[in-house]
Each structure stands twice: as structure tokens, then as C-alpha cells.
């Protein structure tokens, strides 16, 4: 898409213009930010404009052949290098840059690499890259996008110039995400919200197995007592492709209901489409027992990023959970 279709990141999508129109950008670029915040997107944008057939004063146009090649991932000048397995490797390198960047462009006036993420890349494959950041062609151009720019070496780094992303305010995605999507103002704040003002996150809660997941696990979140926790940790193995996933909405759960239990404004809330559940389940809570379910969830992920036994984890917690849930007085 054109950069007039990119929502938020003006102040990086204005500095890439303003170099573009001076004839100033650098034959590096190290786009840097949190993980769906937009930065391949913006890259592709910047691959359109240097290649669109007419483009405008500060944009291109979108509609031209180059610009929909572009779009559709099919034109020649125009490569986004990804991991093989885990890693980019030196062959890749190789095969796509050292071999293919010294020749003229095809279709357009530059080629353009993507190296998305750009901290996969093996210490060979990084080596490799620097040898053509040390003399780079004249007529490409390498976008490397990282949301850990610290695990690149410095001396890529040192010759990439840096474009920062920042996540988007819930005020400014909310509406993108009710146009894109056509839900309730409710729903589009709740995802702006869990999604930590990441549009790709938001899309990617959007999807059916992702609401199913979110309400199927809400719904049981609001019905838990003493003895569910430990019969929800036996049967949890059925979520294993989902962990992730199933920690963070637990966790947004219990911090809303540790938000409103300490009389915080519900303009802070993630889960705001199940604002009434909330109010329903501080019957059942105190600050400290939300706490220490917070805790154990926290302390529970970091034991399974660290492949921990994942039976084991989630008995503790289940263990834990209970006995948390057996400390809480009714609240009146």
C-alpha cells in the first residue's frame, strides 16, 4: 500500500518522505519497533515509491503496474528475505544479495531487500550482509526489521540508518479496526487494547479460533472456583499450540479485575466488551489474592519460555491458583 494508506507511524513514514523527496536516503535502513507495528508494511511502501512509474510529489500512486507487482509480492526488484527454519542463513545471503544485488534492476529504478526479522540472521549470514553494507551497490536499497535491534551486530548497526516504530494508541487503532473489520466500538477497543496498539496483533486476535480461544477462556475464568484450577491444569494439554496465547488473556483478565477492584478507570481496561463480567467477578476477589494469581501466571510463562516441563508448570499453578482462590473472602 501506498504510505497515505498506512495507519499511524506519520513520524517515520514523514522522515522516509522527506528523505525520498531530497534524494537523502541512505542505502541502510534499520526499522526498529515492538513485533506488528507496522514496519514491513512501511518497508513495501518505501519499495513502491522508489519504484512506482508515476508517482507523486511525496507518495506513489498505487495503481500502476510496478505498484501492484509490488503489493502482490511478484516484482523482480522487490525481495523480503525470511527465516529458513529459525534462522536466515548464509546462503540466502548469498544466493539473493551477493549473487543478485550487483546486477541492474529489472523493472525498476532500485532493488530493494527486506530482511524481515533481521536479527534471525546466523553470524555467517550477518557477516555476509556486512561485506555488502561495506560497499553496497548504488542502486539498492536494504531494509532490515528487527523488533531486537540489539541482537544485530554493532557494525551493521553502525551503517543502517534507524526509523523507530511505536505502537498505536487504543484511540487511534480503535477506529481503523471498526472500519477494517466492521465490529462495535466495544470490540474494537478491546482489541486495540490486548493487541498493545499493534495493528497485525489486532487483525490476528480478530480471527475466529482467536475470539473462540479468548471467549472460551473468559467465560471459564469467570465460572472458576476452588477446585477448578487444579482439574483446569490437567486438561490444559489441550491448549499446548497455545499457551501463549491462553497466559495472556487470563493475565488481562486479572489485571482488569485488579484495576477495578482498586477503583481504577475503566478507560484502562483491556477486556472493556466484558466490562459487566468484570464488575460480577469482584465478588469473589481481594487485591491480594489478584495478585498472587498474577504472580503465578507471570512466574508460570517464564517457566515454559524457558522449556520447562509443561505438565509440571501447569500443576504448581494449578496448586497455586487454588489456594488463592480458597484464600479470597466475598467481598460485599
Given at each position: 500500500m501506498p504510505f497515505r494508506d498506512i495507519q499511524g507511524q506519520a513520524a517515520a513514514v514523514e522522515q522516509l518522505k522527506r528523505a525520498w523527496q531530497n534524494h537523502r536516503l541512505p542505502h541502510a535502513l534499520l526499522f526498529t519497533g515492538p513485533d506488528g507495528v507496522g514496519k514491513r508494511t512501511v518497508a513495501l511502501a518505501l519499495a513502491q515509491a522508489l519504484n512506482c512509474k508515476s508517482p507523486s510529489l511525496d507518495d506513489a500512486c498505487g495503481e500502476c503496474l510496478a505498484c501492484r507487482k509490488t503489493a502482490q509480492g511478484i516484482h523482480p526488484d522487490v525481495r523480503v528475505l525470511e527465516p529458513d527454519g529459525a534462522h536466515?542463513?548464509?546462503?540466502?545471503?548469498?544466493?539473493?544479495?551477493?549473487?543478485?544485488?550487483?546486477?541492474?534492476?529489472?523493472?525498476?529504478?532500485?532493488?530493494?531487500?527486506?530482511?524481515?526479522?533481521?536479527?534471525?540472521?546466523?553470524?555467517?549470514?550477518?557477516?555476509?550482509?556486512?561485506?555488502?553494507?561495506?560497499?553496497?551497490?548504488?542502486a539498492v536499497m536494504l531494509v532490515l526489521v528487527t523488533a531486537q535491534p540489539f541482537a544485530l551486530l554493532d557494525t551493521i548497526r553502525s551503517r543502517c540508518r534507524e526509523i523507530r516504530f511505536f505502537p498505536l494508541t487504543a484511540q487511534r487503532l480503535a477506529p481503523w479496526l471498526r472500519m477494517r473489520l466492521g465490529v462495535d466500538e466495544a470490540a474494537a477497543q478491546a482489541l486495540a487494547r490486548l493487541s498493545g496498539g499493534?495493528?497485525?496483533?489486532?487483525?490476528?486476535?480478530?480471527?475466529?479460533?482467536?475470539?473462540?480461544?479468548?471467549?472460551?477462556?473468559?467465560?471459564?475464568?469467570?465460572?472458576?472456583?476452588?477446585?477448578?484450577?487444579?482439574?483446569?491444569?490437567?486438561?490444559?494439554?489441550?491448549?499446548?499450540?497455545?499457551?501463549?496465547?491462553?497466559?495472556?488473556?487470563?493475565?488481562?483478565?486479572?489485571?482488569?479485575?485488579?484495576?477495578?477492584?482498586?477503583?481504577?478507570?475503566?478507560?484502562?481496561?483491556?477486556?472493556?466488551?466484558?466490562?459487566?463480567?468484570?464488575?460480577?467477578?469482584?465478588?469473589?476477589?481481594?487485591?491480594?489474592?489478584?495478585?498472587?494469581?498474577?504472580?503465578?501466571?507471570?512466574?508460570?510463562?517464564?517457566?515454559?519460555?524457558?522449556?520447562?516441563?509443561?505438565?509440571?508448570?501447569?500443576?504448581?499453578?494449578?496448586?497455586?491458583?487454588?489456594?488463592?482462590v480458597g484464600a479470597a473472602v466475598p467481598r460485599r
Amino acid at each position: 500500500m501506498p504510505f497515505r494508506d498506512i495507519q499511524g507511524q506519520a513520524a517515520a513514514v514523514e522522515q522516509l518522505k522527506r528523505a525520498w523527496q531530497n534524494h537523502r536516503l541512505p542505502h541502510a535502513l534499520l526499522f526498529t519497533g515492538p513485533d506488528g507495528v507496522g514496519k514491513r508494511t512501511v518497508a513495501l511502501a518505501l519499495a513502491q515509491a522508489l519504484n512506482c512509474k508515476s508517482p507523486s510529489l511525496d507518495d506513489a500512486c498505487g495503481e500502476c503496474l510496478a505498484c501492484r507487482k509490488t503489493a502482490q509480492g511478484i516484482h523482480p526488484d522487490v525481495r523480503v528475505l525470511e527465516p529458513d527454519g529459525a534462522h536466515i542463513k548464509i546462503e540466502q545471503i548469498r544466493e539473493t544479495l551477493q549473487h543478485d544485488a550487483v546486477l541492474k534492476p529489472m523493472e525498476g529504478e532500485r532493488k530493494v531487500y527486506i530482511l524481515d526479522p533481521a536479527d534471525s540472521l546466523t553470524l555467517g549470514a550477518a557477516n555476509s550482509l556486512l561485506k555488502i553494507l561495506e560497499e553496497p551497490p548504488s542502486a539498492v536499497m536494504l531494509v532490515l526489521v528487527t523488533a531486537q535491534p540489539f541482537a544485530l551486530l554493532d557494525t551493521i548497526r553502525s551503517r543502517c540508518r534507524e526509523i523507530r516504530f511505536f505502537p498505536l494508541t487504543a484511540q487511534r487503532l480503535a477506529p481503523w479496526l471498526r472500519m477494517r473489520l466492521g465490529v462495535d466500538e466495544a470490540a474494537a477497543q478491546a482489541l486495540a487494547r490486548l493487541s498493545g496498539g499493534r495493528p497485525a496483533e489486532a487483525l490476528r486476535l480478530s480471527e475466529p479460533e482467536r475470539r473462540e480461544l479468548r471467549n472460551t477462556i473468559l467465560a471459564w475464568a469467570q465460572n472458576v472456583g476452588p477446585q477448578s484450577w487444579s482439574e483446569w491444569a490437567r486438561t490444559l494439554g489441550e491448549y499446548q499450540d497455545d499457551l501463549t496465547d491462553v497466559f495472556d488473556i487470563l493475565l488481562s483478565w486479572y489485571r482488569d479485575l485488579l484495576l477495578a477492584v482498586n477503583r481504577g478507570p475503566q478507560t484502562l481496561w483491556m477486556n472493556v466488551d466484558h466490562a459487566e463480567a468484570v464488575k460480577q467477578a469482584l465478588v469473589r476477589e481481594t487485591p491480594e489474592t489478584l495478585l498472587d494469581k498474577c504472580r503465578a501466571l507471570l512466574a508460570a510463562r517464564d517457566q515454559l519460555s524457558r522449556n520447562a516441563n509443561v505438565q509440571l508448570v501447569l500443576e504448581v499453578l494449578g496448586m497455586t491458583m487454588t489456594q488463592a482462590v480458597g484464600a479470597a473472602v466475598p467481598r460485599r
